[in-house]
């Protein structure tokens, strides 16, 4: 029997999957068809109605529309398949959604939980390579499965565990602060993945557990999870990194330092131009600021600081470069991120899109490019978590606090 679920019953949607089981003749792999059924998410609600709503009040430049594309429960970090039929969507929670498009005409067919059997843990970083693999990073695990833009037609489906659980990061290090995992395919055709660190601010005997893991950093490695390094280092709570697609540099968002008042520290967006780098955490709690826990020791790396600095505590996180043809030349090569919004500013700031442009030596400028989540009473209407490119050279945005997903386009 085919489940459907309204408005009424989204906050059931991330009750955990059934147990997976393993694939006979691999005992790595994990079959991820079978008998368990999968929710539907009904598209014709009060909710997005309401939604619609919401979007006549956004403020774009002109020329740019925004509409809703996609009720998804919990959105956060999207990833296209390449034949631009299936949307993977990751959340917080238990499940990544699939939002399919199937004849690829821009108007969504249906969205379902991807996988129903598979168990999974925070799945927040979804990945498709050009070839099809998707990569799911977890908590505390990664999956690749192959071919996953076929999943509602392959009976036969596994996912390989490229990262084991409990092997991303040590155990006794698992925590529900900086847990949501962004991944991301280089063009060294290797795997980035970011690694929050569990603290407002990292303690000193933690350091070195933290710089040999990559925790409170970014690391790489192959598609099948061997030649694990660390790539960045001192950052605090990235949730959002791509590479520019001119030189291939790692551009990334990073989270800043709680409890120091409204207006400090700053946020940041990075630019990484050789692994090894470091950028400054815990030393430096966004941009020069200085935290207070270290406030008296000399600073013992050689700092990278940040190509941007953001409206503190607006919450930095999902980004991408745009290289489309369907908005003005200007934006060719231009960052858009998403500003999820603050949540312990005495006044709120964020919940918008912003726009990055890089000139030819890499000096960078921000501004807002989609705002009016936060209405008029102070309130979230929205909160933005990633924007990707759509194949038809629109971006698509997810929104975890209205569960949607957003696509803006542009016209003369």
Known sequence: MRQVFGSAALCLMFAASASAQSAPGDPDAIRITGSAEHTYIDQDTADADA??????????????????????????????????????????????????????????DEVKD???????????????????????????????????????????MVAVPIVPQGSLIPEAEESSYHTARVIKLGPDNKLYISLGQPYNVAPPEKLALYNETGIGGIIRMNRDGSGREVYTYGARNSVGHDFHPET???????????????????????????KGQHFGFPWYGGGSTRTREYAGQEVPVEVVMPAVETIAHAADLGMSFYTGDMFPEKYRNAIFSAQHGSWNRSERVGARVMVTFID????????????????????????????????????????????AVYRISYSP
Do not use: C
């Open 248 to 274: 291939g540099e790692l551009w990334w968002t990073d989270n800043q330092v709680d409890g120091m008042g409204d207006d400090i520290p700053p946020g940041e967006i990075n630019r990484q131009t050789e």
């Open 51 to 108: 939604l619609r709503r919401v979007l006549e009040g956004i403020r774009l430049p002109t020329g740019f529309r925004i509409e809703l594309y996609a009720l998804v429960p919990g959105a956060r970090h999207m990833a296209l398949s390449p034949g631009g039929t299936v949307l993977f969507v990751g959340t917080r929670r238990h499940k990544v959604w699939a939002v399919l498009d199937r004849d690829r005409d821009g108007a969504v």
């Open 114 to 156: 991807f996988a129903p059997s598979l168990s999974l843990d925070i799945p927040n970083g979804v990945e498709v390579s050009p070839d099809g693999d998707l990569f799911i990073a977890e908590r505390n695990r990664v999956l690749r499965i192959a071919g996953a833009e076929a999943f509602d037609q392959n009976a036969d």
């Open 360 to 403: 030819a030596q890499g000096n960078a400028a921000i501004e807002p490019f989609a705002e009016g989540w936060l209405n008029q009473d102070g309130e979230y209407d929205g909160r933005p978590v990633d924007v990707i490119q759509h194949p038809d050279g629109s971006i698509l945005v997810s929104d975890d606090f209205a569960g």
